[in-house]
């Protein structure tokens, strides 16, 4: 499914039920958890191999979440989404394959809207830092894990006042070393922006 039909999905369910349901803005003390899916599309250009450019494929998966909210403006996060299969291709030198990629983020999180008891539109930004593994290379090369920062903003609209549905925009600094038999190195830069939708319960 396109990552736009279910931002469009997202927003109607909300848009329906405002009509006839009350809701409560987030505040301290909440815990949340959330589920969805997302797609993430690495920039243009990820680096060079034996004089070509290297391209990543972007990928769409499952997306998880959950967070707390320890003032009623300022929460932390732990997010991520499923291993993602992505392929890589070196111009024409016929050389590429696939790896997988894992990535985990911790946020910390802004709630312009927090504690406003009516509020039924919930924005949010955040800053963190991203872990991204890789494994299962198809290819004679070894990627490093990496560590880079990370950035989001999204917004959550209320069905009842526990379950919300929403949206989010993402953005990691994600660069890995790439050994290729043991005698070729060089620098792959994938930093993907990611956007995606779901639904989030809180407690």
Same mark, same amino acid.
């Given at each position: 499914?396109?990552?736009?039909?279910?931002?469009?999905?997202?927003?109607?369910?909300?848009?329906?039920?405002?009509?006839?349901?009350?809701?409560?803005?987030? %505040?301290?003390?909440?815990?949340?958890?959330?589920?969805?899916?997302?797609?993430?599309?690495?920039?243009?250009?990820?680096?060079?191999?034996?004089?070509?450019?290297?391209?990543?494929?972007?990928?769409?998966?499952?997306?998880?979440?959950?967070?707390?909210?320890?003032?009623?403006?300022?929460?932390?996060?732990?997010?991520?989404?499923?291993?993602?299969? %992505?392929?890589?291709?070196?111009?024409?030198?016929?050389?590429?394959?696939?790896?997988?990629?894992?990535?985990?983020?911790?946020?910390?999180?802004?709630?312009?809207?927090?504690?406003?008891?009516?509020?039924?539109?919930?924005?949010?930004?955040?800053?963190?830092?991203?872990?991204?593994?890789?494994?299962?290379?198809?290819?004679?090369?070894?990627?490093?894990?990496?560590?880079?920062?990370?950035? %989001?903003?999204?917004?959550?609209?209320?069905?009842?006042?526990?379950?919300?549905?929403?949206?989010?925009?993402?953005?990691?600094?994600?660069?890995?070393?790439?050994?290729?038999?043991?005698?070729?190195?060089?620098?792959?830069?994938?930093?993907?922006?990611?956007?995606?939708?779901?639904?989030?319960?809180?407690?």
């Amino acid at each position: 499914m396109k990552t736009s039909r279910l931002v469009g999905t997202a927003a109607l369910l909300a848009v329906t039920a405002f009509g006839a349901q009350s809701a409560l803005a987030y %505040q301290a003390g909440d815990f949340y958890v959330r589920g969805g899916f997302e797609k993430s599309d690495p920039e243009s250009g990820n680096g060079a191999l034996y004089g070509d450019d290297i391209n990543v494929s972007e990928d769409t998966g499952f997306a998880y979440g959950m967070g707390y909210l320890f003032h009623n403006k300022l929460g932390v996060e732990l997010n991520g989404s499923q291993t993602m299969d %992505q392929d890589l291709t070196a111009g024409n030198t016929g050389l590429g394959g696939s790896f997988d990629s894992t990535p985990i983020n911790l946020m910390l999180n802004y709630y312009p809207l927090g504690g406003i008891s009516d509020a039924r539109v919930h924005p949010y930004a955040g800053i963190g830092v991203n872990y991204t593994h890789f494994d299962n290379e198809s290819f004679n090369a070894d990627l490093d894990e990496s560590w880079g920062f990370a950035g %989001q903003v999204g917004v959550d609209l209320s069905v009842t006042d526990n379950l919300l549905v929403g949206t989010w925009a993402r953005y990691a600094d994600v660069d890995t070393d790439v050994d290729i038999d043991g005698t070729y190195k060089t620098r792959l830069d994938i930093d993907p922006v990611t956007v995606g939708a779901g639904v989030t319960y809180r407690f």
